[in-house]
T-cell receptor, first 116, second 113 residues
């Protein structure tokens, strides 16, 4: 089954404790993105990757890091989480730039993060 | 001002009603327009996709784009309880950076049986 998986699905942590949210896709997609979803603000892109070892900032990259060492995996790293990073996070992948020529972006199930 | 504005709702309608969901945008470079549906506790999924101005129909769903007014709409005919979800508009500028999509904030829809 074609899918994007994220782990963990739920996470409660404390300010400053480094954490990693994993993302994996089994569709051999080149493009992967991380979004955060907050009430009233919709989905905002944090980082995206166009291929292995190629990443770039989205709209809200501050406080986040990513890496793309393998095509299927795109982990999101919070080196020193703060309460304003409490949010719902989604990983997504697509074979081309999402929205170009009808490319579909597939989303993972989401990771709900609470930073105390 | 946000690039994409969407009425957050919530919107509640009886089963069988026609639903109209709308977004306005400010970036005239947007060329691709999408509607995503997000069920509770799930990730968004692509529902409809259109390029530039015009209409596109898919079953009970019709997407309209009016670039002159910078306004897009999604119509749902004969709405069903299974249509209850949050609907997100999204759009992209193919001439810009490799950033992907700009999303609206979403409209929460409930269809009452």
């Amino acid at each position: 089954e074609a899918q994007v998986t994220q782990n963990p699905r739920y996470l409660i942590t404390v300010t400053g404790k480094k954490l990693t949210v994993t993302c994996s896709q089994n569709m051999n997609h080149e493009y992967m993105s991380w979004y955060r979803q907050d009430p009233g603000l919709g989905l905002r892109q944090i980082y995206y990757s166009m291929n292995v070892e190629v990443t770039d900032k989205g709209d809200v990259p501050e406080g986040y890091k990513v890496s793309r060492k393998e095509k299927r995996n795109f982990p999101l790293i919070l080196e020193s989480p703060s309460p304003n990073q409490t949010s719902l996070y989604f990983c997504a992948s697509s074979s081309g730039l999402a929205g170009w020529g009808g490319e579909t972006q597939y989303f993972g199930p989401g990771t709900r993060l609470l930073v105390l | 001002q946000k690039e994409v504005e969407q009425d957050p709702g919530p919107l509640s309608v009886p089963e069988g009603a026609i639903v109209s969901l709308n977004c306005t945008y400010s970036n005239s470079a947007f060329q691709y327009f999408m509607w995503y549906r997000q069920y509770s506790r799930k990730g968004p999924e692509l529902l409809m996709y259109t390029y530039s101005s015009g209409n596109k129909e898919d079953g009970r769903f019709t997407a309209q784009v009016d670039k002159s007014s910078k306004y897009i709409s999604l119509f749902i005919r004969d709405s069903q309880p299974s249509d209850s979800a949050t609907y997100l508009c999204a759009m992209s500028d193919p001439s810009g950076s490799a950033r992907q999509l700009t999303f609206g904030s979403g409209t929460q829809l409930t269809v009452l049986p």
